[in-house]
């Protein structure tokens, strides 16, 4: 944990090129409340909008990466009036982590995360709409809403999209906690690693492959990799095609020039970034 653990419940830090952004309420387990979420939609904000930026990180400190909600406020909410349309502002409350994982996905930069001890509810959902997700071995995962009387609501078509609609139903249900292991066997996690010597480890490999890869033409590739309907009809795998055609064209006339030139003269491209380990050094 680090020192200044009690300071803010989000850390967000910029090394070399890379947005470290860091659940900082341990003691609470790490809980997303809106405060939260305010600052991490702010944090995606700035990712989008800073050129120098090349990937956004996840990671918790503590024993967990995040149990989820924050349910500390319950009776508070529930005794808000029906707004005057009507609608019930708990809707909007709840809606508001929607709009963040729904911007985090359309995030051009990648998006990584790192998780330890438990990922639980909207945890396990913001590990469900990361690009590369990593895990501790001992991390536990589940969808915990339906066993405490609530619905999966925003995270419900990350997770359905990551690990399919039948696995993402039946863990939903059922409220089933699940192992690393699994995550790994159900496509939830990308790796999983043995201690957290090791997690950091992968992480930082992650991430300096990433460094070593062309920004804009990875942008592109996360762009066109989430292009819905390009498998539901011939027309939409044409579509796709046709404008993956128009992106590598214009990549070609972009960092293409760069990377071949790098490639011939064997020497490393400009844009190649490191992710230094001395920023989790204390995780």
């Given at each position: 944990?680090?020192?200044?653990?009690?300071?803010?419940?989000?850390?967000?830090?910029?090394?070399?090129?890379?947005?470290?952004?860091?659940?900082?309420?341990?003691?609470?387990?790490?809980?997303?409340?809106?405060?939260?979420?305010?600052?991490?939609?702010?944090?995606?904000?700035?990712?989008?909008?800073?050129?120098?930026?090349?990937?956004?990180?996840?990671?918790?400190?503590?024993?967990?990466?995040?149990?989820?909600?924050?349910?500390?406020?319950?009776?508070?909410?529930?005794?808000?009036?029906?707004?005057?349309?009507?609608?019930?502002?708990?809707?909007?409350?709840?809606?508001?982590?929607?709009?963040?994982?729904?911007?985090?996905?359309?995030?051009?930069?990648?998006?990584?995360?790192?998780?330890?001890?438990?990922?639980?509810?909207?945890?396990?959902?913001?590990?469900?709409?990361?690009?590369?997700?990593?895990?501790?071995?001992?991390?536990?995962?589940?969808?915990?809403?339906?066993?405490?009387?609530?619905?999966?609501?925003?995270?419900?078509?990350?997770?359905?999209?990551?690990?399919?609609?039948?696995?993402?139903?039946?863990?939903?249900?059922?409220?089933?906690?699940?192992?690393?292991?699994?995550?790994?066997?159900?496509?939830?996690?990308?790796?999983?690693?043995?201690?957290?010597?090791?997690?950091?480890?992968?992480?930082?490999?992650?991430?300096?492959?990433?460094?070593?890869?062309?920004?804009?033409?990875?942008?592109?590739?996360?762009?066109?990799?989430?292009?819905?309907?390009?498998?539901?009809?011939?027309?939409?795998?044409?579509?796709?095609?046709?404008?993956?055609?128009?992106?590598?064209?214009?990549?070609?006339?972009?960092?293409?020039?760069?990377?071949?030139?790098?490639?011939?003269?064997?020497?490393?491209?400009?844009?190649?970034?490191?992710?230094?380990?001395s920023a989790i050094e204390k995780w």
């Open positions: 944990m680090n020192s200044d653990s009690q300071a803010t419940p989000v850390q967000v830090e910029c090394h070399n090129g890379f947005l470290l952004i860091t659940f900082n309420q341990p003691e609470m387990r790490n809980p997303l409340g809106p405060e939260v979420v305010n600052v991490l939609t702010e944090a995606i904000t700035r990712a989008e909008n800073d050129a120098s930026i090349r990937a956004v990180v996840f990671r918790g400190y503590g024993s967990v990466f995040s149990a989820g909600g924050n349910l500390g406020n319950f009776q508070k909410r529930l005794a808000a009036p029906m707004n005057a349309d009507g609608s019930d502002p708990i809707a909007k409350s709840n809606r508001t982590f929607g709009t963040f994982l729904e911007k985090l996905r359309k995030c051009p930069k990648p998006v990584v995360v790192a998780a330890q001890g438990a990922a639980m509810g909207g945890g396990a959902g913001l590990v469900s709409a990361a690009d590369i997700a990593i895990a501790c071995a001992d991390t536990k995962f589940c969808f915990t809403e339906t066993k405490i009387g609530l619905v999966p609501a925003q995270i419900l078509p990350f997770v359905m999209e990551r690990i399919g609609t039948k696995r993402a139903r039946r863990l939903m249900l059922a409220a089933e906690r699940f192992s690393a292991d699994e995550a790994l066997r159900i496509g939830l996690v990308d790796f999983v690693e043995p201690d957290m010597a090791s997690l950091r480890l992968r992480l930082i490999t992650v991430l300096d492959n990433i460094g070593a890869c062309a920004p804009n033409a990875v942008m592109a590739t996360k762009q066109l990799s989430y292009r819905k309907g390009w498998d539901q009809s011939d027309q939409g795998l044409s579509d796709l095609l046709d404008v993956s055609a128009t992106a590598f064209a214009k990549a070609m006339r972009d960092e293409a020039g760069e990377g071949i030139s790098a490639l011939n003269e064997k020497r490393t491209p400009a844009w190649k970034k490191s992710f230094p380990p």
